[in-house]
């Protein structure tokens, strides 16, 4: 007799469908027989500068110890992110990516009674994770394009166990200042996880934008969640981290898997942390990036949700489909989010300028009407 065996897994997880990444341009090569390195990506928010220098040396140096398992502690890198941040080790839970630890985070707090609140239009692995351990989720909708912090606060219940607030968002790249996340902060009760998404905050820029990791000391009950995948540069070693109180790290690293980080990224993350000099032209060529794809989307007529991120959201209307498969015939790859409720945005990361002027080249292809070039690629 067969088995169904989608009816043997858990509730939360029957239900869901896989994350989509952004399309890799391996797979967009086969698929249209194009040459890889004629091929644009501009679809998973990566650092276009390609790996620091530190961290391409700091993995040469490490290759040796392949054959060994990974510090399953990080005690190098907890080190040098406490330095870095004026924390303690014993406030750090390190992760495979951020997603990693959001995962942690949402096993660790919330069950089947309990309730999570996120935004819409929020980062998807909010509601995944929310599902998959069976947890109600609460989507409060958007504000233009952001979060609604008031109306977040007061969706709180006495089931409420989490609360996800991503600053600056992905993927409509909003962003709130530092007063705004205080007051809000401000109105969770103790009991209620509030968990601080900043897998951006380093292309901010400012002492109007809030530092989670500074707001720690006045609301104990706040997790500050970062990535090295972003501005750092290390997508492809997924590092990501939380910081909180020992309290709360000590249950999150109860569950936080072993060996979660391998030794290649632990030794290119605490070599990275040293070079600001990467980090400057790494937030340089991306206020260039954002400036010369809002001009472009300006001449073109097309609106855009102005953003905080490496990557920016624009509004092509009704054809979002159709001008992002004539992009992928162009060799050109952005990141379509129907998924996310937005059918008629399309988001593309922030390249080297080159890579921006293909794709707005591609772009304004695209947008011809049909008949006129838009499919004659």
Known sequence: MAIDYQSLAVKGVQALSPYQ?????????????????????????????????????AVR???????????????????????????????????????DVLEVIARCFADRDS?????????????????????KGISVPAKAWGHDLDAMAAAVTDRTRLIFVANPNNPTG??????AIEAFLEKIPANVLVVLDEAYCEYLQGDQYPDGVKLLSRFPNLI???TFSKAWGL????????????????????VRQPFNVDTLALAAATAV???????????????????????????????YIPSAGNFIAVDVGGRAQDIYQSLL??????????????????????????????????????????????ADV
């Not at 398992?69 to 330095?83: M, R, T, V």
């Not at 040293?274 to 790494?282: A, M, P």
């Open 224 to 226: 500050v969640c970062r």
């Open 273 to 303: 942390l040293g070079d600001d000099q990467y980090l400057e032209r790494s937030r340089e060529v991306n206020a260039a990036g954002l400036k010369q794809l809002e001009q472009a989307f300006d001449r073109l007529g097309l609106g």
């Open 21 to 57: 990444p952004g399309k890799p341009i391996e797979e967009l090569a086969r698929e249209l027989g194009l040459n890889p390195a004629d091929i644009v990506k501009l679809a998973s928010n990566e650092n276009p500068l390609g790996p620091s220098d530190k961290a391409l040396a």
């Open 329 to 374: 015939a162009q060799g050109v790859i952005v990141r379509p989010v129907a998924g996310y409720g937005m059918p008629n945005h399309l988001r593309v990361s922030v390249g080297l300028q080159a890579d921006n002027d293909r794709f707005i080249d591609a772009l304004e292809h695209a947008l011809q009407p049909p008949g006129q070039g838009a």
């Open 235 to 254: 997508a492809a070693l997924r590092v990501g981290y939380s910081i909180c109180s020992a309290a709360i790290a000590d249950i999150l690293n109860r």
């Open 61 to 99: 140096e490490a290759l040796p110890e392949l054959c060994l398992y990974p510090d399953g502690n990080g005690f190098d890198l907890k080190q040098a992110l406490a330095a870095r941040f004026g924390v303690g080790m014993d406030q750090i839970t390190l992760g495979n990516g951020s997603n």
């Open 115 to 135: 309730e999570v609140v996120f935004s819409q239009y929020a980062f998807a692995v909010y509601p995944l994770v929310t599902q998959a351990i069976g947890a």
């Open 174 to 179: 909003t962003v709130h200042e530092a007063e």
